[in-house]
């Protein structure tokens, strides 16, 4: 079935660092692609998307490139701050027949130290 | 503000107790969904409504009963849990259930099952 594949945390790192979150998938067919962060004490909200292969995403100074050829979406910032702190969910989004679904890797906790 | 509201935040209930999660988004949205959110797994799907029809019902035991009145509303009926139901519970809105469309979650409710 498809599955989403996240690198375990927890990752640490310190203000200004950067920073990548790798994340993979299996799918049968064409997914979309998600990264989502819940922050403490949050629901998750979308952080970027991309819907097809080549496809980048970009918010906040994040960034996923949707690669076909590695089955890939890593998550990308040049120089993350504190308040990045919080815990980093891929997903991707596949119509299959009737079924439609998200399906979420088991998230990254960062932690950012000052 | 998500627009995506979830009450109660916190809930404890014994084995023999009967509760009610509700949820109500106020995004116009037509698709509604429950997830759940254990501890070191992915976010699990459990149901799916799209225009108040359920559309998806992931292997999900029937001591969890959900409901949705109407566009905005979604409840999640519980009786009889298990200690391993304890999680977070998660419900999230979409414009429709189309791959590409953002899901938007709420809070959650915290449930610790005694």
């Known amino acids: 079935g498809d599955s989403v594949t996240q690198m375990e945390g927890p990752v640490t790192l310190s203000e200004e660092a950067f920073l990548t979150i790798n994340c993979t998938y299996t799918a049968t067919g064409y997914p979309s692609l998600f990264w989502y962060v819940q922050y403490p004490g949050e629901g998750l909200q979308l952080l970027l998307k991309a819907t097809k292969a080549d496809d980048k995403g970009s918010n906040k100074g994040f960034e996923a490139t949707y690669r076909k050829e590695t089955t890939s979406f890593h998550l990308e910032k040049g120089s993350v701050q504190v308040s990045d702190s919080a815990v980093y969910f891929c997903a991707l989004f596949l119509v299959s027949g009737s079924a439609r679904q998200l399906t979420f890797g088991s998230g990254t906790q960062l932690t950012v130290l000052p | 503000e998500t627009g995506v509201t979830q009450t109660p935040r916190h809930l404890v209930m014994g084995m023999t107790n009967k509760k009610s999660l509700k949820c109500e988004q106020h995004?116009?949205?037509?698709?509604m969904y429950w997830y759940k959110q254990s501890a070191k797994k992915p976010l699990e799907l459990m149901f799916v409504?799209?225009?108040?029809?359920?559309?998806e019902n992931n292997s999900v035991p029937s001591r969890f009963s959900p409901e949705c009145p109407n566009s905005s509303h979604l409840f999640l009926h519980l009786h009889t849990l298990q200690p391993e139901d304890s999680a977070l519970y998660l419900c999230?809105?979409?414009?429709?259930?189309?791959?590409?469309?953002?899901?938007?979650f709420g809070p959650g409710t915290r449930l610790l099952v005694l």
């Open positions: 995004l116009g949205h037509n698709a």
């Open positions: 409504y799209n225009f108040k029809e359920q559309t």
């Open positions: 999230a809105s979409s414009k429709g259930s189309d791959s590409r469309e953002t899901q938007y």
